[in-house]
């Protein structure tokens, strides 16, 4: 039953959002903690991001033909070898290379192949009419699931360290849990149907297909990739593990307490995507993408300018009641415009686009945060940042309507 896969993608989603919860709210303090400076924290952080880039770019490309099932497995497993490497050592070359070559989310956010795969094999169990009502659910699930783990990052790590552990080790015992998370997710993708695979009768003839794995919706998909690639950089300034450690070092924030903001942050993120659905249908997917998205932005580049703790804090979580309504309007979005054998390397291309984003800006962001004069400038430049994708974005991508919003047969210009 198409329902039973639906459940077991939902499944997955929440435990693995879990386990990037669980590790963002500690991962730059346990970098800290075992002595690593900020540049090299940076350095880290964005080869960690690029090299999950270029692995999941080849992993999505080709998992329309290869299986979407054994690319998830392969995602699980490079997601367990990367939190085991950290595990074992603290030898930064050695963390280097795991960081590149595994799956690692320092930002709290879905890093690897998984996210498309499962964006692709979900629009392909439902129908158009509920794939976005779908998608709202399942950032909801993501969200809650993203804020179960920071919570219990920050209150086990937290609990360690009351108990005499060394804050590294306190640090280390929550990254292993990450690798445990990783084992789980491989076992579950091996229990999902051959349901999610591309049907036969929906493959392109592959002499028509471009190397990644696009054919007819090449040029549109790229576009997207570019502006979502912005927006991802942008984003890559306040990453939340970056934040945790702007609260720590302004406000002296213990890890329980960071855990318990960042839990609530996620869990109104969760909450505010269940209206994206309702407001899509009434307003169109592009506009509610880019009017729920501008407050926030300009909500974040408050934050640093509040003058105490609970007026910053208070900040942080509007933003992010508001924050995330774009993203399964933007998810359905992608789904929408594209053929369905270019379903997981749409989600493929504009995921491993905002991966590259994202991974230059630690390399910035990082000796920022571990300077007092330049601490609040990554939170500037987000904002501003995003909003500038914002308006690119809504010129960009108006007119060009998903088939549930389109009056006749072919795309309406507005």
């Excluded at 595990?87 to 998984?114: C, H, Q, R, W």
């Excluded at 839990?263 to 994206?276: P, Q, R």
């Excluded at 800006?361 to 500037?380: E, K, Q, R, Y």
Aim: hydrophobic fraction near 55%; aromatic fraction near 8%.
């Amino acid at each position: 039953m198409p329902g039973a896969d639906v459940g077991l993608l939902f499944a997955t989603r929440i435990l693995r959002m879990f386990g990037y919860g669980f590790l963002a709210v500690v991962l730059v303090l346990y970098l800290d903690a075992i002595g690593l400076s900020g540049g090299e924290v940076g350095l880290l952080l964005g080869l960690a991001l690029l090299g999950d880039a270029g692995v999941s770019l080849w992993l999505t490309t080709h998992a329309d033909r290869i299986g979407r099932r054994r690319v998830l497995v392969v995602g699980a497993v490079l997601m367990l070898v990367a939190g085991l490497a950290f595990v074992a050592t603290p030898v930064f070359v050695v963390l280097l290379a795991a960081a590149t070559i595994g799956v690692l989310s320092p930002s709290g956010n879905e890093v690897g192949p998984f996210l498309a795969v499962e964006q692709a094999s979900l629009a392909q169990l439902v129908p158009d009419d509920r794939r976005t009502g779908l998608f709202a659910w399942y950032q909801l699930a993501g969200s809650f699931a993203t804020a179960a783990g920071t919570l219990a990052g920050g209150v086990l790590s937290q609990l360690a360290i009351d108990g005499g552990a060394e804050r590294a080790d306190a640090y280390r015992l929550v990254i292993m849990g990450y690798a445990v998370v990783g084992l789980a997710l491989a076992a579950l993708f091996t229990r999902v149907s051959a349901r999610v695979e591309v049907p036969p009768a929906d493959v392109a003839d592959v002499t028509i297909r471009d190397r990644l794995g696009l054919h007819r919706s090449r040029d549109v998909v790229l576009r997207l990739a570019a502006l979502f690639a912005l927006d991802a950089f942008a984003g890559g300034f306040a990453i939340q593990s970056f934040i945790a450690f702007w609260f720590q070092q302004r406000y002296g924030v213990d890890p329980a307490a960071l855990g318990l903001l960042l839990a609530t942050a996620n869990l109104l993120a969760g909450v505010s995507a269940l209206a994206a659905g309702r407001l899509a249908a009434r307003f169109g997917l592009v506009r509610t993408m880019v009017f729920t998205h501008l407050p926030s932005n300009v909500l974040l580049m408050l934050v640093p300018l509040m003058p105490t703790l609970p007026l910053a804090a208070a900040t942080l979580l509007a933003r992010f009641a508001i924050s995330q309504m774009d993203v399964p309007t933007r998810q359905s979005y992608t789904m929408a415009i594209v053929a369905p054998d270019e379903r997981s390397a749409a989600a493929g291309v504009t995921g491993i686009a905002r991966s590259l984003g994202v991974a230059a800006a630690p390399l910035l962001a990082g000796p920022m945060f571990a300077s007092a004069a330049l601490a609040s400038a990554p939170f500037l430049l987000a904002g501003g940042l995003k909003i500038v994708y914002d308006l690119l974005l809504y010129r960009s991508f108006r007119r060009l309507r998903p088939p549930e919003e389109r009056t006749g047969q072919g795309l309406v210009e507005r």
